[in-house]
């Protein structure tokens, strides 16, 4: 069965930094584009980065661009968000997501805090 797993998230200091990680397993990962989406509380959960099947492209959320990075490595299936330049706004649960034939599939989230 498909699985996705989350680590990474914690609590940092505006201007800090997190490296969110996301195993992959139960499909051929190196053959989809891979997603990161967020949600805070009170919002819809909205898309963040996504990266193609072999990483050449990349494509991020207006509000993250030049600060966050998506990255993969498909010999170890997992997909990755480097975080800079946080800010408060960025705290929610961070999902790792794959979709297929229009079913989502997700990840139990990790939460990102970003507070003083």
């Known amino acids: 069965q498909v699985q996705l797993v989350e680590s990474g998230g914690g609590l940092v200091q505006p201007g800090g930094s997190l490296r969110l990680s996301c195993v992959a397993s139960g499909f051929t990962f190196s053959r989809y584009t891979m997603r990161w989406y967020c949600q805070a509380p009170g919002k819809e959960r909205e898309l963040v980065a996504s990266i193609s099947s072999t990483g050449d492209t990349a494509t991020y959320q207006d509000s993250v661009k030049g600060r966050f990075t998506i990255s993969r490595d498909n010999a170890k299936n997992t997909v990755y968000l480097q975080m800079n330049s946080l800010k408060p706004e960025d705290t929610a649960v961070y999902y790792c997501?794959?979709?297929?034939?229009?079913?989502?599939?997700w990840g139990q989230g990790t939460q990102v805090t970003v507070s003083s």
């Open positions: 997501n794959w979709r297929y034939l229009g079913t989502h599939y």
